[in-house]
């Protein structure tokens, strides 16, 4: 299985690696894929899953009963962007740029900014600020200065904390710019 949602957001001259490019990995692999990410709609949940013919039986079986449907406007707007290239082809540079934008306000926090290639997601080591776990330190943040990120130690196995938080760069850049001065104030 091949989670390839991100495909279209990838930086520094980097290019995507779809698993479909291996003949024999793609004879017996699913690749699954988002519009959402795609298209800045990730609200709309659709997404497609890749697969060979044998695979894709069995895909469905299970398939029918995580889903129901989805609703037409939000179908026909989908089929719409596909028609305009331009959306997905300008959509690395787009991000990029946002994750450069939103590096470069954080040069002042005491946050270390860690290497961010493919996503939305700026992941920041605040080791130099606090020794909380994760999630003390994200609630904190919250309450305390304003600014929400997610823990990622809560999406691993026994919850593995390398005191590092996420935070989305997917905002209007004044929300980045908003979320780095208050970051960059927090000292302790």
Known sequence: MSDEVYEHIVFDG???ESLCRYPE???RSFVISSFGK?????GWKIGYCLAPAPLSKEFQ???QFLTFASNTPVQLAYAEFMENKEVFVNLSQFYQDKRDRFSSFLKKSRFKVLPCRGTYFQMLDYSP???ESDVEFSKRMT???GVASIPPSVFYHQ???HKVLRFCFAKRDETLKKAAKLLSAIQA
Do not use: C, F, P
């Open 14 to 16: 980097y290019k995507h």
């Open 25 to 27: 990995l793609a004879l």
């Open 38 to 42: 795609t298209y800045h709609a990730t």
């Open 61 to 63: 079986k299970i398939h």
């Open 129 to 131: 600020i606090s020794g």
């Open 143 to 145: 309450v305390e200065h």
């Open 159 to 161: 919850n593995d904390d």
